[in-house]
């Protein structure tokens, strides 16, 4: 199975501390984690690279991909996001990360502003199970804690998506649909929402696992 890890990959090379915790960008921790699984074939892609690192012809036999974008969404082009679009309606799955919600293909298959409320303040995040019986949830326990994240709140102006995996409370009140799944065409999205590039959060073994 082959799957594409695409990170815009900007953070981590312009701010000192956000490279201590990812020294080789977020896409590369996250192919760490899953380097263990022998079935996955795994491969980057970044922004920078030619055509951002996404072509017809290394989307047609990728299962998978990955998301994470924040401050340069702008900087995607729209055939890029034509492309991801057309293999997402065929059949492709999509996992979108935390800033990822404002990506142009997020907001594309979505066709809402995917707007919604955030405060920066290194909180505490509890993300309840909503269906421990999905295989997305398999070996987590009934809730998890991240000891600092930003915080997301509702409301998220996403469409009612098919099924919500998780749900978030954080310690400022707030809470937030944090894991959703949708399907467009024939494909199959999940948005999950933890993952501020400053806080180590694809470090976190339960992160992990879902994302596995
Ligand atoms: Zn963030």
Excluded at 98 to 126: P, V
Aim: hydrophobic share 30%; aromatic share 10%; charged share 25%.
């Amino acid at each position: 199975t082959k799957i594409i890890i695409w990170n815009e990959n900007i953070h981590e090379r312009e701010n000192e501390e956000i490279k201590k915790i990812y020294p080789n960008g977020i896409h590369n921790c996250i192919k760490d984690f899953l380097s263990n699984d022998s079935n996955l074939q795994i491969e980057t892609a970044t922004l920078d690279q030619d055509q951002n690192g996404l072509t017809t012809e290394s989307l047609k036999s990728c299962s998978v991909l990955i998301w994470w974008g924040h401050k340069a969404h702008g900087k995607v082009s729209d055939s890029t996001v034509d492309i991801v679009q057309r293999r997402v309606l065929e059949g492709m799955g999509l996992i979108v990360l935390h800033s990822g919600h404002h990506s142009k293909i997020f907001k594309r298959l979505m066709g809402t502003n995917c707007n919604l409320t955030w405060r920066e303040y290194g909180e505490k995040e509890r993300l309840w199970i909503c269906n421990p019986a999905h295989p997305i949830c398999e070996d987590l326990d009934p809730y998890f804690e991240l000891e600092m994240e930003e915080m997301y709140g509702e409301p998220f102006q996403v469409p009612s998506p098919d099924e919500t995996l998780f749900t978030s409370w954080f310690e400022g009140g707030e809470t937030f649909r944090s894991g959703l799944l949708y399907k467009r065409g024939n494909g199959q999205i999940f948005y999950f929402r933890p993952g501020h590039e400053a806080y180590p959060t694809y470090h976190n073994k339960n992160i992990q696992k879902v994302i596995k």
